[in-house]
C-alpha cells in the first residue's frame, strides 16, 4: 500500500526559510560581537602590560633625577658658573585701565 504525502503549502516553506535565516542573522550577529569582545580582552591586556612597563620606566627615571639632584649644591653651581644672587629687585606691574572691580584693576 502506497501512501501519498500532501504537498507542503507555501505559507509554511516561507515561514521555515524566514525562521531559518533569523536564526543564521542571530547566529552572525552573536559571532561579530564575540569576537569584537575578544579583540577588546586582547587590547585591553596589552594596554595593561604597556602600562606596567612604562611605570616601571617612570620609576628609573625618578630615581636617577633624584641622584642627578642630589649632586647639586653651591660649590658645584659655582663650578658651573653660577653666582649666588646679591641684589635682589622686585618688580610690580601698573594697572591697565579701569573696570568694575573692587580694586579698579584689571
Known amino acids: 500500500m502506497k501512501t501519498k504525502v500532501a504537498p507542503t503549502p507555501y505559507k509554511y516553506l516561507f515561514a521555515f526559510w524566514l525562521c531559518l535565516a533569523a536564526i543564521l ?11 569584537h569582545a575578544v579583540l577588546n580582552a586582547v587590547s585591553l591586556e596589552k594596554a595593561e602590560a604597556r602600562k606596567i612597563a612604562l611605570n616601571a620606566n617612570i620609576g628609573e627615571l625618578d630615581s636617577r ?3 642627578k639632584k ?21 618688580i610690580s606691574r601698573k594697572s591697565l585701565g579701569k573696570a568694575l572691580t573692587l580694586n579698579n584693576e584689571i
Do not use: C
Open 25 to 35: 542573522g542571530m547566529f552572525l550577529t552573536y559571532s561579530y560581537f564575540l569576537n
Open 65 to 67: 633625577y633624584i641622584v
Open 70 to 90: 642630589n649632586k647639586i649644591d653651591r660649590e658645584y653651581a659655582s663650578k658651573l658658573g653660577f653666582k649666588e644672587a646679591t641684589d635682589t629687585k622686585f
